[in-house]
């Protein structure tokens, strides 16, 4: 292959620079670079980003060239773009900082004291990177495929590469020398390194030609403000979990952002990162201690935010006309709560409650006090009634959530983890499930399997939102913004009808009372619905037929981020209504023992769930209709139960009651040392069924009657019941 030149290639950028133009509407020359240079010519803006798209409509073979060898070609439009700017400079700019007012003092020196046939020692002139006040960056061309972190090899080693993954770690910014400046003490002759690598041998002894010839030796001090920094960020990106292949963990790989690439992205971003894949340099004793082997990263250009599913950016455009007047015609909320999930039949009330919790509320401080606005959600029902399948698509839907399980996931991994940063060697925080779902949801499944000590670590951010630390030398208190999404079963596995509720939810009062909507789903044998059901799950792959097309994903998100910018507030007309509804509940609660723990925190519930009500209808004062929806929701998340109070109001005899005491206690009694096997001592038995209510000739009855039943055996002198 033919020796490049460089020289025609950097005239080539020139040109292009120069001439590329686009046509507006009007037919009128549109100068893109044209117009970014004159900006960058007086500091307006810092960061030039060079579309290879535009380059590949003037020389394809260019656009080649930059893919195979990013680096120098970055450094070859920098070289042009600095030639180009005193073309476009139209008046002076004034100086900006301390790095532009040494450089211009520099260059009246240089100017004034200097015979023009002198040539400078190669040390002491200007670095080309101290004297450009601008940054370069490619966006890789529309034709090329976003790679997965396990493609990028060798073979893309100085090639510009783009990947997709989500973002699990990002440092501070910090700065970054780029250029260290030195003056000599002898000489007062002023020295530049460059520097390439993450770490640099500072330079000690004068490479002048005074202090050569005088061998006077002079010693170099660095000027920290004569020296140029730029600003650095260290991402770590992990790809996603559907390209891991079989068997096998996902793989991270570290990018470096520099200059106006940092403060892109946060952790828990889905992001796509363009940049040149490269080798890491390491001197001295680390390199010694990796042996032959080399790190790598990526030099980010371009970080992209992206969509959770689809390939496609952070869709951020105002909805139009049209997709508003789709959504919002008649029964538009029944509608929007049918796309959620389309393909689980019913719970459409669940489906609304979730519809809110995407929503969301509005936040109140009165007085320097904060309400959250979040709205928290569990569901707890019998296995099999698509509690995960729910928790999983609104995890999709979500533009912020995180996914974890009850078993899976530690009360560290759910509020933050103390680590020791590998670049500082200082001890950092690392957010865990809830500070990266921020602002977003966090859907926690199996929430009745976490251990207890974990749970407690969701108490403050249900509440508070925030989440306090004291770990290690670090106090601080971290963000938690997010609506948490819960799924559960009840303590027996199943729903157990001849319990109450306490005894089957078996949660603490402390946690259910920060849920705003807790579901009860039974699974209840229903021929029609069964039946229903039945035939909508045997569509197989075909999508089941409903009376209106579901919304889509992306359009849905767009309308939930629309409604989110709502701020409705509650009429003073509508108080005395929740206030009159809510002591009702509360009398409810009292006179009934059936029922779960109603609090103040219920009343805020409701107002949390009419304002995400008026959010979602577009409007900016909540109407009686969001109220008595909002209470509802509250009634029917009970109702799969309280139909089943109604029908199986059969009570229970008392022999039948004792007889279940006796064998709860023979079970017992296979651990304890009351009993052992299928045998109870018969005072036992009776002291437990007294306790319990039952009078001594009724557990005599019972005691004949199941013997008579050959269920049990009494022996001789009536001390042990047996079972058969």
Known sequence: MARKDYAAEKDKCKRFLQEFYTEDDSSKKVFKYGAQLLALAHREQV???????????????????????????????????????????????????????????????????????????????????LMRRFELYFKSPSTAKPKVVRDVRADSIGRLVTVRGIVTRATEVKPMMAVATYTCDQCGAETYQPIQSPTFMPLIMCPSQECVTNKSGGRLYLQTRGSKFVKF??????????????????????IYARGENTRVAQPGDHVAITGVFLPLLRTGFKQAAQGLLSETYLEAHSITLMNKTED????????TPEELRSISDEGFYEKLAGSIAPEIYGHEDVKKALLLLLVGGVEQAPKGMKIRGNINVCLMGDPGVAKSQLLSYIDRLAPRSQYTTGRGSSGVGLTAAVMRDPLTGEMTLEGGALVLADLGVCCIDEFDKMADADRTAIHEVMEQQTISIAKAGIMTSLNARCSILAAANPAYGRYNPRKSIEQNI????????????????????????????AQHITYHSRQPPTHYTPINMKLMRRYIALC???????????????????????????????TTFTSARTLLSILRLSTALARLRMVDSVEKEDVNEAMRLMEMSKDSLQADKSSTARTQRPADAIFSLVRELATEGVVGCGASGGMVRMAE???????????PAQFQEALEEYEELDVWQVNQARTRITFV
């Open 233 to 254: 960020q260290e991402l770590r990106i992990q790809e996603h979990s559907d390209q891991v292949p079989i068997g096998n963990i996902p793989r991270s790989m570290s």
């Open 312 to 319: 496609d950016e952070l869709g951020n455009e105002e909805l």
């Open 685 to 695: 038995a009776e002291q437990r069924c007294i306790s319990r209510g039952f009078t």
């Open 47 to 129: 960061a030039l980003f060079v579309d290879l798209d535009d380059v590949a409509e003037e020389d394809p073979e260019l656009v080649e060239s930059i893919c195979e060898n990013a680096k120098r070609y970055t450094d070859l439009f920098a070289d042009a773009i600095h030639e180009l700017l005193p073309e476009y400079r139209e008046r002076d700019v004034v100086a900006k900082d301390s790095l532009d007012v040494y450089i211009e003092h520099r260059l009246m020196m240089e100017q004034r004291g200097r015979d023009p046939a002198d040539t400078r020692d190669a040390c002491n002139q200007y670095p080309p990177e």
């Open 564 to 594: 989110k910018k709502r701020q409705p507030v509650v009429p003073e007309l509508l108080s005395d209504y929740i206030t009159a509804a809510y002591v009702e509940m509360r009398k409810e609660a009292r006179v009934s023992k059936d």
């Open 506 to 533: 078996q949660l603490p009062a402390a946690l259910l009372s920060r849920f705003d909507l807790l579901w009860l789903i039974q699974d209840k044998p229903d021929a029609d619905a069964d039946l229903r059901l």
